[in-house]
């Protein structure tokens, strides 16, 4: 997902923003994860290139019942398992020549604060209500 953001009060140039999916440490890195790594690392670069103020994220969501099961199939504590695929994706990345700004891990005290920070804007502008949806 990219945004174009252009703040001129903080920036004296145009921004841009990207981000890939924050993919699940269920298993090592493969080609479908740098595919899209490639291609994003390629937009930032031709943005860098472009004179913007380019911002590139990437990371890891630990958050899934996929990851439990993993390192409990592997006979490995969660976040020993945690902590060796993220050596293991920041590898594959270094390898590939990722250049990316910032590397988030969704149980991130910092993560943990700005998702919460988020709801609660949600919530305050009203984009969070109970109802009955349909799809």
Do not use: C
């Amino acid at each position: 997902m990219s945004n174009t953001y252009n703040d001129h009060s903080e920036r004296s140039r145009p921004g841009y923003y990207i981000t890939t999916a924050i993919d699940y440490p269920n298993a090592p890195p493969h080609i479908g994860h740098s595919l899209e790594k490639v291609a994003a690392d390629v937009i930032a670069r031709y943005h860098r290139l472009l004179g913007h103020d380019t911002y590139f994220s990437i990371g890891l969501d630990e958050n899934s019942q996929h990851v439990l099961k993993a390192a409990n199939a592997q006979h490995v504590d969660p976040i020993a398992w945690i902590n060796r695929m993220d050596e293991a994706f920041r590898l594959a990345w270094s390898k590939l020549e990722i250049a990316q700004d910032y590397w988030i891990r969704t149980t991130e005290e910092r993560h943990v604060r700005a998702s919460q920070e988020m709801f609660l804007r949600a919530q305050r502008n009203g984009d969070i209500y109970k109802s009955i949806y349909s799809g």
